[in-house]
């Protein structure tokens, strides 16, 4: 047995979470042998050490955080341990959450998307303010970063890259069955499935797309959404936070992580803030 299980996959709400997750366990599925009902079950199923924790570090919109929601006391615990990180462009990321919070959430959002990519509980300055925590502590530590782009491009070359990790020779033929069963429109029809009814991955109501778990999985689909001063905005707050750093909001993996500066996000975040000018 491999010594090196992943302990965390970290990532911001509706990064690819569940995306990355179901491809993961797929493969162990197959590995262990396990045959359930749906994947998530068999997850309940792994010896404790091959489950790992997948963290959204506080940051949920129904936590109600604002600004500014990990402190150290969430890190110490990441420090020695595997983790990976998933990232997303920041545009599509905060537009896919606004449609959870709008349609799967328990307390629903009644605003536009203009209001919620403002809002300090949900919107630009929160996502911003958890890249620059992550920033700050994958350059102390070893992370594996992947992107939902990566998952897009070749979600093959990102299996083998967690197998890889996990010190996992892999099989072929299951690197296979993952990765087709693995698709976006796969895990669309497993969603309306009875298998997974009970489920994330089951929509909220059948008759609206925009309650789906799986809606579009298209890179800067955000376009369609974001008029040009919302994305002037989010733009704007990024360079208060994250100045100089344009793959933040492209979406980052491999290597590409360790070339953002550290920026001093311990400080005060009411005071950063304070100086985003809304665009007009």
């Known amino acids: 047995m491999s010594e090196k299980a992943i302990d965390y996959f970290i990532s911001y709400p509706k990064s ?9 366990l797929t493969y162990l599925e197959q590995h262990f042998g396990l045959i359930e009902k749906n994947v998530f079950e068999t997850e309940e199923k792994l010896i404790h050490y091959w489950q790992p924790r997948w963290l959204h570090l506080g940051m949920a919109p129904s936590e109600g955080n604002p600004f500014y929601a990990i402190g150290n006391v969430n890190f110490k615990h990441l420090q020695n341990s595997s983790c990976v990180w998933i990232t997303r462009n920041i545009y599509d990321t905060l537009v896919s959450l606004y449609h959870h919070a709008c349609h799967r959430s328990k307390t629903r959002y009644a605003g536009t998307i203009s209001d919620f990519i403002r809002d300090p509980q949900y919107g630009a300055v929160k996502i911003c303010c958890f890249y620059a925590a992550m920033f700050n ?4 530590s070893k992370v594996l970063t992947i992107s939902y782009e990566d998952m897009q491009k070749d979600r093959r070359a990102v ?4 197998l890889n990790l996990v010190e996992l020779t892999p099989n072929h033929d299951f690197v296979d069955e993952a990765v087709d069963k693995s698709s976006f429109e796969n895990m669309k ?3 309306n499935s009875y298998a997974y009814k009970k489920t994330w991955l089951a929509p909220k109501d059948v008759s609206n797309l925009q309650s789906y778990k799986i809606r579009k999985g298209i890179s800067e689909a955000y376009r369609e959404e974001l008029s040009d001063e919302d994305i002037a905005y989010i733009q704007n707050v990024a360079d208060i936070i994250l100045p ?4 933040a909001l492209d979406g980052i993996s491999g290597n590409q992580s360790k070339n953002f500066i550290e920026r001093g996000w311990k400080g ?3 005071r950063l803030v304070s100086n985003i000018v809304p665009a007009s």
Not at 16 to 24: A, E, P
Not at 137 to 140: A, D, P, S, T
């Open 137 to 140: 502590f994958i350059n102390k």
């Open 189 to 191: 029809e497993l969603g």
């Open 268 to 270: 005060s975040i009411s």
């Open 16 to 24: 690819g979470r569940t995306w990355v997750r179901f491809m993961y």
């Open 159 to 162: 299996l083998l890259r967690l």
């Open 244 to 247: 100089n750093n344009k793959e």
